[in-house]
């Protein structure tokens, strides 16, 4: 393999000193000394509190807190309403009420203090084309939102993209997307710090995971715990099942911190 690849200097841009693709076996390189450091880190995201998120699926049942006697905003991200449908009640005065703004396709629920129930349920149909059944509870409470995401709408953006650019370039694309602190279409990045990892004079952090369709890109934090320079530069193979690394640097000289970037296909590496 080539110290530097053609698309090298396009990573250069964002901040990777050397970057190598389609590493396919097990070398004894600082890889290989990171391995067991790099493969068992998690994360997940703090939950916003200010309003009310929630995550659904195809023709799932949504629970939520609407605001009796205020409006409740419900949209969905990244897709809109195109059709909702309740029973019409016998006493339409004491009825909850829907209405729908067609321009973003949120819809706004009115449920008036006489209303009889605590909850009430409703089906909805996406302009996307999923359908959800909300059965959501009711609370006096000021005017308040509810933001519905469906994972597959990320996965159809990421998977158009990654078939538009091709394996090798979408590899490097994630790599300059996570040097630059930037989200590639459909792509989920999740940022947290994680406990560090030792192993022998590199400590290893993973601090930004960024999932695909088909391709996962992490973000670790090296730190040069030894007393000599570390030649990260010399490596130019990761560990079996890369699609393709990356360091911010060539040397890490002792108590230095750098990045380094790993691309692999969904289901880890060998």
Same mark, same amino acid.
Request: aromatic share 10%; proline share 5%.
């Given at each position: 393999?080539?110290a530097?690849?053609?698309?090298? *200097?396009?990573? =250069?841009? /964002?901040?990777?000193?050397?970057l ?19 493969? /068992?880190?998690?994360f ?11 995550e ?8 939520c807190t609407?605001s ?8 969905l991200?990244?897709d809109?309403?195109?059709?909702? *449908? ?13 209405t ?8 706004y629920?009115?449920?008036?203090p ?11 149909t ?21 933001? %519905? ?8 953006d ?5 078939r ?17 602190d930037? @989200? ?5 990045g999740?940022?947290?710090?994680? =406990? ?8 290893v952090?993973? %601090? ?14 090296l730190?040069? =715990? ?15 099942? /890369?699609?393709?690394? /990356?360091?911010?640097?060539? %040397?890490?000289?002792?108590?230095? @911190? ?10 880890? =590496?060998?």
């Amino acid at each position: 393999m080539s110290a530097l690849t053609p698309y090298a *200097s396009t990573a =250069l841009g /964002a901040g990777v000193a050397c970057l190598s693709l389609g590493a396919t076996r097990r070398i004894d390189t600082g890889w290989k000394a990171f391995g067991l450091a790099l493969c /068992a880190l998690a994360f997940s995201a703090a939950p916003a509190r200010a309003d009310q998120f929630v995550e659904a699926a195809d023709n799932a049942k949504i629970d939520c807190t609407l605001s009796r006697g205020e409006l409740t905003r419900i949209a969905l991200i990244d897709d809109g309403f195109a059709n909702v *449908s309740k029973i019409a009640s016998a006493y339409p005065y004491n009825d909850f009420t829907i209405t729908h703004e067609p321009v973003r396709g949120d819809i706004y629920i009115s449920v008036p203090p006489q209303f009889a129930s605590d909850r009430v349920s409703f089906f909805a149909t996406s302009k996307a084309g999923f359908v959800y059944k909300f059965a959501c509870r009711t609370v006096p409470q000021e005017a308040s939102q509810v933001f %519905v995401t469906n994972p597959a709408l990320k996965v159809r953006d990421a998977e158009e993209w990654e078939r538009e650019t091709g394996p090798n370039d979408a590899a490097i694309r994630l790599i300059e997307a996570m040097a630059g602190d930037a @989200v590639l279409p459909g792509f989920v990045g999740r940022t947290e710090l994680g =406990l560090p990892r030792k192993t022998g004079t590199i400590e290893v952090q993973l %601090v930004a995971e960024y999932t695909g369709a088909e391709l996962t890109g992490q973000r670790f934090r090296l730190r040069n =715990l030894g007393k000599a320079p570390l030649e990260l530069g010399q490596d130019r193979e990761g560990p079996a099942g /890369a699609i393709a690394f /990356a360091y911010g640097r060539d %040397v890490l000289a002792p108590n230095e @911190v750098t990045s380094a970037f790993l691309v692999f296909r969904k289901g880890g =590496l060998e």
